[in-house]
Every structure is written in structure tokens, then in C-alpha cells.
């Protein structure tokens, strides 16, 4: 990413792919997948992957 902060590949389909360690919105790392230029997107503009901790319940 021109800011420094993230990955991006344009795949051939015209998906672009974009891997941030930390999301502005929330800190986690997240994917974002847009597919609105690929041929193959079914309807499908975009979507965004958080992946977040998962906290351990303190009894396991």
C-alpha cells in the first residue's frame, strides 16, 4: 500500500487483495478482498476479513 501499511495483488481477473497487520477500524489484522473489476464476480463487490483473538474462557 502507497501508505506503508498493508500489502496489495492485483490478481488477472482484475481482484484486487489487501493484507493490513492493522485494520483502522478495530486494530486486528484484516483482508480485503474487491472483485467488483473481476469477470467472475457473481454480484459480489467485496468483502472484508477481521481476524480477531479469540479470548479463553478463564475455567477451561
Avoid: C, W
Avoid at 472483485?35 to 454480484?43: A, V
Amino acid at each position: 500500500m502507497s501508505n506503508g501499511k498493508g500489502t496489495i495483488a492485483k490478481l488477472a481477473d482484475g481482484t484486487i487483495v489487501s493484507y493490513r497487520k492493522v485494520s483502522s477500524s478495530d486494530g486486528t489484522p484484516a483482508v480485503d478482498i474487491n472483485i467488483k473489476n473481476s469477470k467472475e464476480s457473481g454480484g459480489v463487490k467485496q468483502q472484508k476479513i477481521h481476524f480477531v483473538k479469540e479470548e479463553k474462557d478463564k475455567n477451561d
